[in-house]
């Protein structure tokens, strides 16, 4: 069974950078699919982030794109997102997903609650 | 960029009954890159659907889906009290990126 598990820090400060990291296991990150991130704002719907493949291809959302940064490592088998020049509209619960040849989200973690406070 | 405009906003409904769920595009898209998710409190999004009508396996047979160019409908055909949530569809496109629709939340 894949598995997938966000990790991070609990809060970070207006104009810092948020890094996440996605822990995956029952899977190997360099087999062939994207790897995605999600997040919902408290209360809101879902905003999709970015998706990297194992080689380092990537497609991000144009409103956030300037801002993201995702890697993988395949060593460790997780994959990573940068955010940075953070403010409080960027709080919210970020997701880690298997984005299968881009078209859907099949396998997700539970999600990580991202404060942006001072 | 491709807006996903879901209706309604809320439905209620009690077990038993039928649910019919839209999802209506700003232009056409790729049916093959359509997908439904079901979200519950505190939890992550579950896929029900891709490609429009193909189940995950796991998903009940009481959940079809249907729809091309730009309309699009998730059908629960007899509610079970398990199937309260919210439902997002969700479209990608290599030219305008992924996108997802602002959700139906189903009250049983």
């Known amino acids: 069974q894949v598995q997938l598990q966000e990790s991070g820090p609990g809060l970070v400060k207006p104009t810092e950078t948020l890094t996440l990291s996605c822990g995956v296991s029952?899977?190997?990150?360099?087999?062939?699919?994207?790897w995605g991130w999600i997040r919902q704002p408290p209360g809101k719907g879902l905003q999709w982030i970015g998706s990297?493949?194992?080689?380092?291809?990537?497609y991000s959302n144009p409103s956030l794109k300037s801002r993201v940064t995702m890697s993988v490592d395949t060593s460790k088998n997780q994959f990573s997102l940068r955010l940075t020049a953070v403010t409080a509209a960027d709080t919210a619960v970020y997701y880690c997903?298997?984005?299968?040849?881009?078209?859907?989200?099949?396998?997700w973690g539970q999600g990580a609650l991202v404060p942006v406070s001072s | 960029d491709i807006v996903l405009t879901q209706s309604p906003g809320t439905l209620s409904l009690s077990p038993g009954e039928g649910a019919t769920l839209s999802c209506r595009a700003s232009?056409?898209?790729?049916?093959?890159?359509l997908a439904w998710y079901q979200q519950k409190p505190g939890r992550a999004p579950r896929l029900l659907m891709y490609?429009?009508?193909r189940r995950v396996t796991g998903t009940p047979d009481r959940f079809s889906g249907s729809g091309s160019g730009t309309d699009f409908t998730l059908t629960i055909s007899r509610l079970e009290p398990e199937d309260f949530g919210v439902y997002y569809c969700?479209?990608?496109?290599?030219?305008?990126?992924?996108?997802f629709g602002g959700g139906t939340k189903v009250e049983i």
């Open positions: 997903a298997r984005h299968p040849q881009l078209r859907y989200f099949d396998f």
């Open positions: 232009q056409g898209v790729t049916s093959n890159y």
């Open positions: 969700q479209h990608y496109s290599s030219s305008t990126g992924l996108t």
């Open positions: 490609g429009v009508s």
């Open positions: 029952g899977y190997s990150v360099s087999s062939g699919y994207y």
């Open positions: 990297i493949y194992h080689s380092g291809n990537s």
